[in-house]
C-alpha cells in the first residue's frame, strides 16, 4: 500500500509521516490528544509549507465558530441536570419494572436505562459514570461478580453516541458538513440494534452462569408495577419526548433541542423540589469541564485535516486501497478494521474529525451513501469504548469502583463480539441507516 502512495502524484514523504509519528508517540507518552493533535499540525505545517502556518490561528477559531457545536455543552449539561435532579432514578425505576419478569431482569434494566440517559446526554462516558453509580452495587447484591457488573454498565454505556441524540453525530455532520438532525435519524434504527444486541448479550450470558434469577410474577403484577413506575416518574420522559419530537419533526434543531431540554429539565428539578440555585456552580463546572476536553479537539483538528486535504493525502488513501482491490465488500471491510483499530487507541473526536475526511472519499469511490458511511463509521468506532488500551468507559467504571481495567475488559468481550456483528450488519445492510430518512437523501 506505501508503493502505491508514493506513485500517486502528491509528493508524500517525511512530512506527512514525521508528524504521524510524532502524534503516535506523544500519545503513547501520555501527552492529552487535543496537545498532541496540535503539534503533529503544526509540525506538519512546517515540514510540508503547504499552507502558511499564519493558516493555525484562524483555523482554530473557525473550528469552533459554528452554530452546531452549541448543541454540545447543551446536552452535556442535561445530562448533569438529569441526574442532579434525581430524574435518572425514574428511568432506572421504569427499566426495572419492564423488565422485573425476566432472567437476568436488573442487569437488563441496566442496559433499558443506559440507553434512556443515552437518549437526553449524548455522551458515553456521562452515562457510564451516571448509571454505574445507581447500579453497579445493586448488580452485585443481585448475583453479578463486580467485573461482569462494571462491564455491563460500559457496554450499555457505548449507546452514549450511538443513540440519537449524539455528540459523535454533530461533530461528523460538522466536519463533513452533514445535517445533524438527518444524521440523528439515520441513527435511530442502528442505534437501538446495539441496544438490542447488548441486551442479547447479557441474556445469554446470565444463561449460561445463572447470575440473576427469574422473578416470580403474574402478568397482573407485571402491569402494576409498570403503572406504577410510570406514574411515579412520568415526568422524566418529558425531557426525551421533546428532544425526539423537536428533532424528527423538525420543528427543532438540534441545538434548539439541547437548550429546550436544559430549561425544561431545571423547570422540573425545582418543580420536585430536588434542585436549588446553590446546584448550579458546581453543576455548570462538571459540564464545562466536560466540554473542555471536546471543543480544543475539535479546534485543533481542522488545521490538521486542512494540511492532509493540501497533501492529497484522502486522495492517495483512496488510490492506494482501490489499487489493491475494488471489491466494495472488502473495501468497507478494511474500512471497519481501521475505525476499530483506531478507536481502540484514540478518542472518538479526533478519530472523527482525522478519518473522517480521509475515509469519506473511500466511501464515495464505492458509492456508500453518505448518512450510511457516517452510521457505520460511528458505530465502529464506539466498539472502541470498550476495548483496551483506551476503552473510555472501561476508566470510568474502574475509577467508580475500583476494579482493575484489564478484569472488566476480559469481561466484555462477549459485548464486544455482538456489537461487531451488528457493526457488520449496519456496513452491509444500506436500509438500516437510510430506512427513516427521506426519499432525497437515501
Not at 442535561?78 to 442532579?84: A, E, I, Q, S
Not at 425526539?244 to 425545582?270: C, H, K, N, Y
Request: a neutral charge; hydrophobic letters at 55%.
Amino acid at each position: 500500500m506505501w508503493q502505491q502512495f508514493q506513485q500517486q502524484g502528491a509528493q508524500i514523504g517525511w512530512d506527512f509521516y514525521g508528524p504521524v509519528i510524532l502524534f503516535l508517540a506523544l500519545i503513547v507518552l501520555g501527552v492529552p490528544v487535543w496537545a498532541s493533535i496540535g503539534m503533529a499540525a503544526v509540525a506538519m505545517l512546517l515540514a510540508s509549507g503547504v499552507l502558511p502556518l499564519s493558516l493555525l490561528g484562524e483555523s482554530l477559531f473557525d473550528g469552533i465558530d459554528a452554530f452546531a457545536l452549541t448543541a454540545i455543552p447543551l446536552f452535556i449539561l442535561t445530562g448533569d441536570v438529569l441526574v442532579r435532579t434525581g430524574l435518572s432514578r425514574r428511568f432506572l425505576d421504569v427499566a426495572d419494572a419492564l423488565t422485573c419478569w425476566a432472567r437476568g431482569g436488573f442487569g437488563a434494566a441496566t442496559v433499558l436505562v443506559c440507553g434512556m440517559f443515552s437518549a437526553i446526554s449524548g455522551s458515553d462516558a456521562a452515562g457510564a459514570a451516571a448509571v454505574g453509580r445507581m447500579t453497579i452495587d445493586r448488580l452485585v447484591e443481585s448475583g453479578y461478580p463486580r467485573p461482569y457488573a462494571c462491564a455491563l454498565v460500559a457496554a450499555g454505556a457505548c449507546t452514549g453516541i450511538l443513540i440519537p441524540p449524539s455528540i459523535a453525530y454533530i461533530v461528523i455532520g460538522l466536519v463533513l458538513g452533514i445535517s445533524a438532525a438527518t444524521l440523528f435519524q439515520a441513527a435511530l434504527i442502528p442505534g437501538l440494534l446495539i441496544l438490542v444486541s447488548l441486551l442479547v448479550t447479557h441474556s445469554i450470558v446470565n444463561y449460561r452462569c445463572a447470575y440473576e434469577g427469574r422473578n416470580a410474577i403474574t402478568v397482573r403484577e407485571w402491569l402494576s408495577n409498570v403503572w406504577g413506575a410510570i406514574r411515579r416518574g412520568w415526568y422524566a420522559f418529558i425531557v426525551p419526548g421533546i428532544i425526539f419530537w423537536g428533532i424528527f419533526s423538525g420543528r427543532l434543531t438540534p441545538t434548539e433541542a439541547g437548550a429546550t431540554a436544559v430549561v425544561v429539565t431545571i423547570i422540573i428539578g425545582f418543580i420536585i423540589g430536588t434542585l436549588r440555585l446553590s446546584d448550579f456552580p458546581s453543576m455548570m463546572a462538571s459540564s464545562a469541564k466536560v466540554n473542555g476536553v471536546i471543543l480544543p479537539i475539535i479546534a485543533l483538528s481542522l488545521p490538521l485535516a486542512q494540511t492532509l486535504a493540501a497533501l492529497q493525502v484522502p486522495q492517495s488513501f483512496v488510490f492506494a486501497v482501490t489499487a489493491l482491490t475494488e471489491n466494495p465488500y472488502i473495501l468497507i471491510l478494511l474500512m471497519i478494521g481501521v475505525l476499530i483499530a483506531a478507536g481502540c487507541v484514540m478518542e472518538t473526536t479526533p478519530n472523527i474529525v482525522i478519518l473522517a475526511p480521509i475515509l469519506k472519499p473511500l466511501a464515495d469511490e464505492i458509492g456508500m451513501n453518505e448518512f450510511h458511511f457516517c452510521v457505520m463509521m460511528i458505530t465502529a468506532l464506539g466498539v472502541g469504548f470498550i476495548t483496551p488500551p483506551l476503552g473510555l468507559n472501561l476508566f470510568v467504571v474502574s475509577g467508580l469502583t475500583g476494579e482493575p481495567i484489564l478484569r472488566i475488559a476480559a469481561r466484555a468481550v462477549p459485548f464486544v463480539f455482538f456489537m461487531l456483528l451488528v457493526v457488520l450488519l449496519i456496513a452491509y445492510v444500506p436500509s438500516l441507516s437510510t430506512f427513516l430518512l427521506p426519499e432525497i437523501y437515501r
